[in-house]
T-cell receptor
């Protein structure tokens, strides 16, 4: 298996632009998670899905952030409009379980820079 | 609420010498604790986990961690560091009281290994 695949690896954009991050979880995994990593705040859970359904989005910082999972093999995290403080590494992770997730399989992340 | 504190943001050792990465936890009940490792430009990978079966937990790549309830600690150790161990290490606890599936990550400890 190729693991969790995220694209793009790097994204540089200007303030105000729309940014879309993409994730393909491991086939057969039932849960998908979006995390944000910054120096100041470390790793933060933004949202997670069980069986394509959003379960908890309380970590989504603002209405500018939205996430979708139209099917079991694809998810997007969208920021519109983007701001410089959104600059971070965004990780997608998947898990074969729908319960408390002991083991997550992480993608390599998308490094986002908003100028 | 569950939390973990990694006491060192950066640890530097020489190749062949022991590694000690410190983590203290705070929990209202018996915790489930983990160590994840993140190599440069890669996603996080589970190193080992403690779920109350045994206090000394062995993980991949020769790492182990000991759960000490009296000290509320879960330090990560390795007898002899290898250059390939250079990475960032995260102590993690499951937040049972929070959102289902929420892993609480420490701020991370960056391990440098000198030749």
């Amino acid at each position: 298996d190729a693991g969790v695949i995220q694209s793009p690896r790097h994204e540089v954009t200007e303030m105000g632009q729309e940014v879309t991050l993409r994730c393909k979880p491991i086939s057969g995994h039932n849960s998908l998670f979006w995390y944000r990593q910054t120096m100041m705040r470390g790793l933060e859970l933004l949202i997670y899905f069980n069986n394509n359904v959003p379960i908890d989005d309380s970590g989504m910082p603002e209405d500018r952030f939205s996430a979708k999972m139209p099917n079991a093999s694809f998810s997007t995290l969208k920021i519109q409009p983007s701001e410089p403080r959104d600059s971070a590494v965004y990780f997608c992770a998947s898990s074969p379980w729908t319960g408390l997730s002991e083991k997550l399989f992480f993608g390599s992340g998308t490094q986002l820079s908003v100028l | 609420a569950q939390s973990v504190t990694q006491l060192d943001s950066h640890v530097s050792v020489s190749e062949g010498t022991p590694v000690l990465l410190r983590c203290n936890y705070s929990s209202s009940y018996s915790p489930s604790l983990f160590w994840y490792v993140q190599h440069p430009n890669k996603g996080l990978q589970l190193l080992l986990k403690y779920t109350s079966a045994a206090t000394l937990v062995k993980g991949i790549n020769g790492f182990e961690a000991e759960f000490k309830k009296s000290e509320t600690s879960f330090h990560l150790t390795k007898p002899s560091a290898h250059m390939s161990d250079a990475a960032e290490y995260f102590c993690v606890v499951i937040d049972y009281g929070g959102s289902q599936g929420n892993l609480i990550f420490g701020k991370g400890t960056k391990l440098s290994v000198k030749p």
